[in-house]
């Protein structure tokens, strides 16, 4: 039987990506969506071919739905779902403090449903072949990491942080920081960040970061978090991590699967995107577990896991002090 599945808000870019995808599985019923934004809800839905709905309607017709709201409203649009008995994919981060992601998991727990988080990342080819290196010991002992998840400054409410909980630190951490955490099966000891206004000083957020992060057993890692691409860069951003192990290093680039497309016409340059679609197996994952009652492959508390490291590095940033992993709730 079709798992019922429905969007909450288009306010982040990747729902449009999420709702393609469920048109593209067979497996699932598109109800619809809901949206704050009421022009914005029908002009996406004339596109998508699917109805708009209040919340409390489409939390009353669906099995799962598709959270993408901004950063800040993750917590509350989880706990309406989880109240409603409704399985839940919160687009990343999870949340924007530990406290609102722990109601969220906790509120989860109580009510029976699932929380995944949508790490898309974990889906590419190349970190999926890393991550089996790593369990058939070719990788050996993990000594160091270095990764990048640098991009285009996204502009809109992402620069507020009274939306998005920061800037690009909140915004660029948590892939990355996830990826390592999965792929060495340890969990974060210290994490110390700097981080600036550097590209567009008038901006009320962070727009680079350099955080350092050691794990409980001994690997330390680094990442770049800034939204350091042009506008007219070729594409978005990057997601890469370099992999050094005692037995091997290992190189992974996650949009590698590319071309690089020159026009004669625009005299444009871009990289066009083949092979995988690491969204398309996200969606695909949850859609399974909401039908089947598996549990999902990416829990919220992964996500909290991930975003800890963020909050951790806004937290560093501030006092210019290493911090120390867990974070107690604020």
Not at 65 to 80: F, R
Request: charged fraction near 25%.
């Amino acid at each position: 039987m079709a798992a019922k599945i429905g969007v909450i808000s288009f306010a982040h870019m990747h729902a449009y990506s999420y709702a393609h995808c469920l048109k593209r599985l067979a497996e699932v019923e598109f109800v619809g969506i809901a949206d704050c934004d009421a022009e914005r809800a029908q002009r996406v839905a004339a596109q998508l071919e699917v109805p708009v709905l209040t919340e409390d309607d489409l939390l009353g017709e669906v099995d799962g739905v598709i959270i993408t709201t901004e950063n800040v409203y993750h917590k509350e649009k989880t706990l309406k779902a989880a109240a409603a008995g409704v399985h839940v994919l919160c687009e990343k981060p999870l949340a924007t403090s530990i406290a609102d992601g722990q109601a969220m998991i906790e509120a989860c727990r109580q009510a029976g449903v699932q929380l995944m988080q949508a790490f898309p990342c974990r889906y590419g080819p190349a970190f999926r072949a890393a991550w089996q290196m790593m369990r058939d010991g070719e990788i050996g002992d993990i000594l160091a990491l270095k990764g990048t998840n640098r991009g285009r400054n996204p502009g809109g409410w992402f620069v507020e942080p009274e939306l998005s909980g920061g800037g690009a630190t909140i915004d660029h951490t948590v892939h990355i920081a996830d990826l390592i955490r999965t792929i060495t099966g340890d969990e974060y000891d210290t994490v110390y960040c700097e981080q600036d206004r550097f590209f567009n000083p008038e901006l009320k957020c962070d727009d680079a970061g350099l955080v350092t992060m050691t794990l409980k057993g001994g690997a330390f890692a680094t990442l770049d978090c800034s939204w350091s691409r042009p506008p007219h860069y070729p594409v978005w951003g990057d997601a890469t991590l370099y992999i050094v192990g005692t037995k091997a290093n290992v190189d992974v680039n996650l949009f590698i699967e590319r071309l690089d497309v020159y026009r004669n016409a625009n005299a444009s340059y871009v990289w066009e995107a083949y092979g995988s679609v690491t969204d398309l197996e996200l969606v695909a994952d949850f859609v399974r577990c909401v039908a089947s009652g598996e549990p999902v492959p990416i829990s919220g508390e992964d996500g909290l896991r991930a975003v800890e490291v963020a909050l951790a590095a806004y937290r560093s940033a501030r006092t210019g002090e290493v911090v120390r992993l867990p974070l107690e709730a604020e």
